[in-house]
C-alpha cells in the first residue's frame, strides 16, 4: 500500500465518476463540473466533494447523483472506504447525514418526500435520455445523406459501422447504443435499432414527426443544461452557516412561526 | 420606443419586470441571500460580457436605474412590473407591491403593477385581493406557485383555496393571470411548476388570461400542447430570450416551437429586469431569424409583423392599452426626466 498507487487510483476514480450521468440533463456530472474534488488518500480511502449549480436543485435529482457516485464507488478495484459530501445545498445536511448511513432516498426524506417514487422518476429520465441520444443520431444520419428509410432499416450491426465526423451524433451514437439495449435486453441484432421507446417500429413517412416530438424532449433538458452549467460558473463558493438562523428542516417542520399574511 | 434600423417605430409593452430589494440587509436568512444569487447567477450566465452589473447594484438597484435601463437607455413604452413577496426570506419582502406602487406613482404612464396573493392565506387572501383592487386598481397578478409558507413548499392552480381567489379575480376585473412556471426547483417531491394545473384553470376560468412566464420551459412540450388546447394560454419569453446572445440556435428553437403550437398572437416579451436589460434584448430579437432548416421544418417564419405583436400589441391587447392615445401621452417624458 503506497503513494505510488495514488495517480493510477485517482485516474480510476475519475473513469467511475464519468459514467454517472446527471439524469435531468443526460450528460456526465464530471462535464458539468459537479465533481469539486476526487481525492485518493494516502490510506487508500477516497473523497469526492459534491456542489452543484444552485442552492435549490431539486433534492431528489442530486440523491440521484449521489446514489450514482456511490454505485460508481462501489466499483473500485481496491473496494476502499469512501466519503461523499455534498455541498451548498439546501438539503446537504440531511442528505450528507443519509449517505453516511447508506440510506435510501425514502428514508432520508422520510418525513418530507410524501408519495415519492424515485423508480418512476428514474424510469422518466431513462426515457428522456433515450428520445435525447436518438434524436442527435438521426439528426447525424440525415446530415450524412441516408434516406429516411435506409437510416430506419437499420440493424445493430449496420449501426456499429457507422462513422460520423466529431460532433453531437458522434458522442452520442454509444449512448444511444447503451441506452438501446438496457431498454430491449430481448432484442434480436436484425431488428430495426430506431424505434419508438414503446418498441414500435417507426415507418420512413413519420421521421420528420418523430423528429419533431424528440426535439422538443431535447429542447427541455438543454434549457436545464444551459442553465446549469451557466449557474455553475458563476456559483459563490464560500460555504454560509448563520448562527441562530432557522434551517430549512425548520421551515419545513412549522417550528417557524408562520408569516402573518399580507394584510390590507 | 424601439426605432427599428429601417425607422419605423415599434411599441414595447415589456411583460416582465422587477423592482426588488435582495440585499443583505434585506435578506432575513440563507435563502434570502441564495435566491438573489442565483438570479445574479441567471444575470452573469446568459448577458453578453458588457451588460454585466456589480453584484451590489444587482442585489439593489434605485428607482432611477429602474426607469433609466427601461425607459431612456432602453426601448420599453410601458413596463409590467410584478410582485414577489417571498417575505420567509426577505425582511421588508422581495419586491413588493407596495414598493412597486411607489416607483410607479412617479411614472404612472409608464407602469402598470401587478399584484400578488396566496391562495393557502384562505380568506385572508380573498381580502387581500379586495385591498388589491381598491387601492392600486390592478389589473393583472403574478403567481408563484413555488412560494414557501409555514410548512408549506408550493400549491397549485387547481387547489380549492386557489380557485376561491380566481373567482373573484374574475369577478373584480382582475383579468391578467401570470403564472411562474420555470427551472426545477423545489419542492421535494413534487414538481411546483409543473404545468397541468394551468390546464385545468384555464378551462375553468375562460375570463382570465393566464400568462405563462418562461412558456414552461424546461416543459415546453406540455406547455406548448396546453396552450394549443386553450385559447386563454399565452407564453411570457423572459428567460427565454436571453438565450438568443449564447446559443441563437437554441432560440431558433424555441420561438418556433411556440409559434407553430401558440401561433404569433399569444406570445409575449418580458425582460425580466433586472435579471436582463430590455435593450439589448430587443435589438437582438428584431435583428434575428430563426436558421432555415428549423423554419423550414415547422414552417414557420418570424417576421417583422409578428415581432411587432410579440414586442407589444399582444400585451397592450391584454392591458387595454390604447397605443396611439399612449404614444402622445408619453411624448417627451424620457427628456423631462433625464433632464433632473
Known amino acids: ?264 | 420606443m424601439f426605432r427599428t434600423p429601417e425607422g419605423k417605430d415599434i411599441f414595447v409593452v415589456d411583460g416582465h419586470t422587477h423592482f426588488w430589494d435582495g440585499s443583505a440587509e434585506n435578506q432575513k436568512n440563507i435563502h434570502g441571500k441564495q435566491f438573489i444569487d442565483c438570479f445574479y447567477a441567471y444575470h452573469t450566465g446568459l448577458s453578453p460580457k458588457e451588460q454585466l452589473w456589480e453584484k451590489s447594484k444587482f442585489e439593489k438597484y434605485s428607482a432611477d436605474d429602474l426607469y433609466r435601463d427601461l425607459f431612456i437607455d432602453g426601448p420599453d413604452d410601458v413596463a409590467i412590473v410584478q410582485s414577489t413577496y417571498l417575505k420567509d426570506f426577505y425582511k421588508n419582502g422581495f419586491n413588493t407591491i407596495e414598493r412597486n406602487a411607489e416607483v410607479a406613482k412617479l411614472y404612472p404612464e409608464r407602469f402598470i403593477v401587478n399584484g400578488a396573493f396566496d391562495p393557502r392565506d384562505g380568506e385572508k387572501a380573498l381580502e387581500y385581493i379586495h385591498f388589491l383592487k381598491e387601492t392600486y386598481d390592478v389589473k393583472g397578478v403574478k403567481m408563484y406557485t413555488a412560494e414557501w409558507n409555514g410548512a408549506s413548499k408550493g400549491w397549485k392552480l387547481t387547489d380549492p383555496d386557489a380557485y376561491k381567489c380566481f373567482e373573484l379575480c374574475d369577478k373584480l376585473g382582475i383579468r391578467n393571470i401570470h403564472v411562474h412556471k420555470g427551472p426545477t426547483i423545489l419542492p421535494l417531491s413534487k414538481d411546483a411548476f409543473d404545468v397541468h394545473d394551468v390546464d385545468h384553470a384555464a378551462t375553468d376560468f375562460q375570463g382570465l388570461n393566464w400568462i405563462i412566464e418562461h412558456c414552461g420551459l424546461p416543459r415546453l412540450d406540455d406547455f406548448c400542447w396546453i396552450a394549443t388546447q386553450e385559447t386563454n394560454v399565452y407564453g411570457g419569453l423572459a428567460v427565454a430570450l436571453p438565450f438568443i446572445h449564447s446559443r441563437p440556435r437554441y432560440f431558433g428553437e424555441v420561438i418556433a416551437e411556440l409559434l407553430f403550437w401558440l401561433g404569433p398572437e399569444k406570445i409575449l416579451f418580458g425582460s425580466d429586469y433586472a435579471i436582463w436589460t430590455p435593450r439589448w434584448l430587443v435589438e437582438k430579437f428584431w435583428a434575428y431569424q430563426i436558421p432555415d432548416d428549423i423554419a423550414a421544418e415547422r414552417g414557420v417564419q418570424l417576421t417583422d409583423e409578428i415581432k411587432e405583436k410579440i414586442l407589444g400589441l399582444n400585451a397592450a391587447r391584454l392591458y387595454d392599452i390604447d397605443i396611439d392615445a399612449k404614444t402622445k401621452a408619453l411624448a417627451g417624458s424620457a427628456f423631462s426626466i433625464a433632464a433632473e
Open chain 1, 1 to 264: 500500500m503506497g503513494a505510488a498507487r495514488i495517480p493510477s487510483r485517482q485516474a480510476e476514480v475519475w473513469r467511475r465518476l464519468t459514467e454517472v450521468n446527471d439524469p435531468e440533463l443526460d450528460e456526465p456530472i464530471t462535464e458539468m463540473g459537479f465533481v469539486e474534488r476526487a481525492e485518493v488518500t494516502s490510506d487508500g480511502s477516497v473523497e469526492i466533494d459534491f456542489r452543484l449549480p444552485t442552492y435549490w436543485c431539486s433534492p431528489n435529482f442530486a440523491f440521484l447523483m449521489l446514489d450514482g457516485v456511490r454505485k460508481a464507488l462501489d466499483q473500485l478495484s481496491w473496494a476502499p472506504a469512501y466519503r461523499v459530501k455534498l455541498h451548498d445545498h439546501m438539503f446537504a445536511e440531511e442528505v450528507n447525514r443519509g449517505m453516511e448511513a447508506g440510506k435510501t432516498f425514502a428514508d432520508i426524506f422520510v418525513e418530507l418526500a410524501e408519495d415519492q417514487d424515485l423508480g418512476a422518476l428514474r424510469e422518466t429520465f431513462r426515457m428522456k435520455a433515450f428520445k435525447r441520444r436518438q434524436e442527435a443520431v438521426l439528426r447525424g444520419l440525415r446530415q450524412h445523406g441516408l434516406t429516411d428509410r435506409e437510416i430506419l432499416d437499420m440493424d445493430l450491426p449496420a449501426y456499429d459501422v457507422a462513422r460520423f465526423e466529431p460532433g453531437e451524433a458522434a458522442k452520442q451514437k454509444p449512448r444511444y447504443r447503451a441506452a438501446l439495449l438496457e431498454r430491449f435486453p430481448d432484442r434480436q441484432a436484425d431488428d430495426p435499432v430506431f424505434v419508438t421507446w414503446d418498441g414500435q417500429r417507426i415507418p420512413p413517412g413519420a421521421l420528420g414527426a418523430h423528429l419533431a416530438e424528440l426535439r422538443v424532449v431535447r429542447v427541455n433538458m438543454e434549457f436545464n443544461g444551459a442553465l446549469c452549467r451557466g449557474l455553475k460558473q458563476t456559483r459563490y463558493k464560500e460555504l454560509d452557516v448563520i448562527e441562530g438562523e432557522p434551517t430549512l428542516v425548520d421551515f419545513i417542520m412549522d417550528r417557524v412561526p408562520a408569516r402573518a399574511a399580507p394584510t390590507a
